[in-house]
């Protein structure tokens, strides 16, 4: 089974910090996703990368960052955070366009 | 207007009944097509994926897609408490990375 698994569940930040959140995945898929949820509005995708170092931005990528160093791992930053990105950030792997995508358990950021 | 649409519920059905999930879209693009189940607090996790029109079935799920009418639906038969999460579709046309959700369905099985 694909496993995707994000460092943190919870995380409470301050606002104006830097903040990193991680997602690593096991099954050697090319392309990686960072998406937010919020009650109401869904998935709405923020930055996705198809190969190493590669990255496209999603529809929301306003005060974020992404970093793709090695194919395993995909890291989303938030710049200098702000309350309006509290959130569920969900990060997902598929192994090439337009197959399923396989979701992390999410990661519930508050942002103080 | 939205690219799919789907009713957030909540749904709520006695334990055994037969449950009917559905998405409208409007881009006849849309070849994928995905379903999702997402317990509170948990990442979605992928249902059934199937491509162009048709049925797919896996043990109590069938998936059917209609491109004619651009509707899919998910069917869930002797329903069980443990089915009772939010379910999202999702879909995606040729050579695209980028996956459009609807909002969800909240699903209540009562036991």
């Known amino acids: 089974d694909v496993k995707v698994t994000q460092s943190s569940r919870y995380l409470v930040k301050r606002t104006g910090e830097k903040v990193f959140l991680e997602c690593v995945q096991d099954?050697?898929?090319?392309?990686m996703f960072w998406y937010r949820q919020d009650p109401g509005l869904g998935l709405r995708l923020i930055y996705f990368s198809y190969d190493v170092k590669m990255k496209e931005k999603g529809d929301i990528p306003e005060g974020y960052s992404v970093s793709r160093e090695k194919k395993e791992r995909f890291s989303l930053i938030l710049e200098s955070a702000s309350t309006n990105q509290t959130s569920m950030y969900l990060c997902?792997?598929?192994?090439?366009?337009?197959?399923?995508?396989?979701f992390g358990d999410g990661t519930r950021l508050s942002i103080l | 207007q939205k690219e799919v649409e789907q009713d957030p519920g909540p749904l709520s059905v006695p334990e055994g009944a037969i449950v009917s999930l559905n998405c409208t879209y409007s881009?006849?693009?849309?070849?994928?097509f995905m379903w999702y189940r997402q317990y509170s607090r948990k990442g979605p996790e992928l249902l059934m994926y199937?491509?162009?029109?048709g049925n797919k079935e896996d043990g109590r799920f069938t998936a059917q897609v209609d491109k004619s009418s651009k509707y899919i639906s998910l069917f869930i038969r002797d329903s069980q408490p443990s089915d009772s999460a939010t379910y999202l579709c999702a879909m995606i046309t040729s050579g695209t990375y980028k996956y459009i959700f609807g909002t969800g369905t909240r699903l209540k099985v009562l036991a």
């Open positions: 881009n006849s693009a849309f070849q994928y």
């Open positions: 199937t491509y162009s029109s």
């Open positions: 099954m050697d898929h090319e392309n």
């Open positions: 997902a792997s598929s192994i090439r366009e337009h197959q399923p995508q396989h």
